[in-house]
T-cell receptor
Framework: IAGITQAPTSQILAAGRRMTLRCTQDMRHNAMYWYRQDLGLGLRLIHYSNTAGTTGKGEVPDGYSVSRANTDDFPLTLASAVPSQTSVYFC???????????FGAGSRLTVL | GQNIDQPTEMTATEGAIVQINCTYQTSGFNGLFWYQQHAGEAPTFLSYNVLDGLEEKGRFSSFLSRSKGYSYLLLKELQMKDSASYLCAVLDSNYQLIWGAGTKLIIKP
C-alpha cells in the first residue's frame, strides 16, 4: 500500500538520550516534512526537505536534526531529548508542484 | 504575526448540518486547506480553496472569502464517523503552511 511508514509508533525515552524517528515513503514524492502536534496548538513544522540531498529549518528546529540521503527516507533525530520534546510527531510528503500533504500515522514520544 | 483562528470544539446532532469557521491573518495567501483528523490518527486532506467561493465535494463543502480572511467547512447529513478534529491551514507567501489548532467536532445521536 502506497504511503508513509513511521517508526516507532510509540516510545518512552529518558531525558538526555538520543532518539531517531524513522520515516519512509514509497510514493516518490520529492518534498518531505516533519511536524510536531501538541494539544491546543496547530501542527508546527520542525524541518523539511524539498528534494533528496537538501534540508531546511521550519518553525521549531532547535534540538532536532534531519537528513535526506535519498528520496524515500527522512529520519528525524533528537540528539539529547528533553521533556519539552514530548509530543506526537508526524512525517508528511507532497507531490512536486502540489501542496497537499500525505501524513504518516505518527510517532508518540514521551520524554521523562 | 501569522494567526489562524477556529473554534476549539463544536457539538452537532447526527443527520444535521454544521459549519466550522476559520479566520486567518497571514503574510500573503496561496491557498487554504481543510484536513480531517480522527483521534489518534493522521490528518487527511479534505479540501483546497484558492479562489473565492464555494467548493462542493459530496457531503462536505468549503467556502473562501479572501477579502475577509475567512473560510468555513460545511458538513451535511452528519454521521457518527464525522466525529473528528478539523484542521484549517493557510499557505502563506513563502509557501509555508500555517496551521490552526483544530476544531474538535462531537456528533451526538
Amino acid at each position: 500500500i502506497a504511503g508513509i511508514t513511521q517508526a516507532p509508533t510509540s516510545q518512552i525515552l529518558a531525558a538526555g538520550r538520543r532518539m531517531t524517528l524513522r520515516c519512509t515513503q514509497d510514493m516518490r514524492h520529492n518534498a518531505m516534512y516533519w511536524y510536531r502536534q501538541d494539544l491546543g496548538l496547530g501542527l508546527r513544522l520542525i524541518h523539511y526537505s524539498n528534494t533528496a540531498g537538501t534540508t531546511g529549518k521550519g518553525e521549531v528546529p532547535d534540538g532536532y536534526s534531519v537528513s535526506r540521503a535519498n528520496t524515500d527516507d527522512f529520519p528525524l533525530t533528537l540528539a539529547s531529548a528533553v521533556p519539552s520534546q514530548t509530543s506526537v510527531y508526524f512525517c508528511a510528503s507532497s507531490e512536486p508542484g502540489a501542496n497537499v500533504l500525505t501524513f504518516g500515522a505518527g510517532s508518540r514520544l514521551t520524554v521523562l | 504575526g501569522q494567526n489562524i483562528d477556529q473554534p476549539t470544539e463544536m457539538t452537532a446532532t447526527e443527520g444535521a448540518i454544521v459549519q466550522i469557521n476559520c479566520t486567518y491573518q497571514t503574510s500573503g495567501f496561496n491557498g487554504l486547506f481543510w484536513y480531517q483528523q480522527h483521534a489518534g490518527e493522521a490528518p487527511t486532506f479534505l479540501s483546497y480553496n484558492v479562489l473565492d467561493g464555494l467548493e462542493e465535494k459530496g457531503r462536505f463543502s468549503s467556502f473562501l472569502s479572501r477579502s475577509k480572511g475567512y473560510s468555513y467547512l460545511l458538513l451535511k447529513e452528519l454521521q457518527m464517523k464525522d466525529s473528528a478534529s478539523y484542521l484549517c491551514a493557510v499557505l502563506d507567501s513563502n509557501y509555508q503552511l500555517i496551521w490552526g489548532a483544530g476544531t474538535k467536532l462531537i456528533i451526538k445521536p
